[in-house]
């Protein structure tokens, strides 16, 4: 995969997410959630990504829960793989999609090491259906740390998964106790 390409998507992805994020409602709801310590709320964030996606002017097109088939000789897995969002960006490539998973726990130590679980399964997908895939992302919210102790939560848990600096990404939630982090 081309430099250009990956900084991007990169690009591209910060952007979304940063105004995703920039939402007074979706704020609001995460303090809600933090206040009642609500748990499990990955869905809920899934479908207001759903929402935002369907009405934003640079997405020219998006795909939920994506099966894709997993190559079982490279580890032992389930024969399918769901990928949370395919995300077509507008004046791009209609051939490959970028894409996305999603995470989110109070702990950024526990979601970056589900992240990290989720970047390594990906290289176990049949290579057919790299085809389809430009770059594959994983977002997570949690708990605000700051970014040197995500990188220590990557270089802890990257076995097998080639870690770029340039590409990560840990921004506070104006108003929240929580972050988002894209790698």
Known sequence: ???????????????????????????????IIEEKAI?????????????????????????????CITDKRVETLKEKGIIDFWLRERNKSTESMIAVELKQHKSAKSCIT??????????????????????????????TVQEDTCIEYINANKVGYEFNQNHLLSREIKGTNFSFTIL
């Open 114 to 143: 589900a992240m990290i679980k989720d970047l390594n399964k990906f290289y176990s997908l049949k290579p057919s259906e790299h085809s389809y895939i430009r770059t594959f992302w994983c977002v997570g919210i949690h708990k």
């Open 39 to 67: 748990s499990g709320w990955e869905t809920w964030l899934q479908v207001e990504l759903a929402f935002f996606l369907d009405k934003h002017e640079n997405v020219m097109g998006w795909e939920r829960e994506v099966p």
């Open 1 to 31: 995969m081309s430099n250009r390409v990956l900084n991007g998507d990169f690009e591209f992805l910060t952007n979304l997410f940063n105004e995703f994020f920039r939402q007074k409602s979706i704020q609001n709801r995460l303090n």
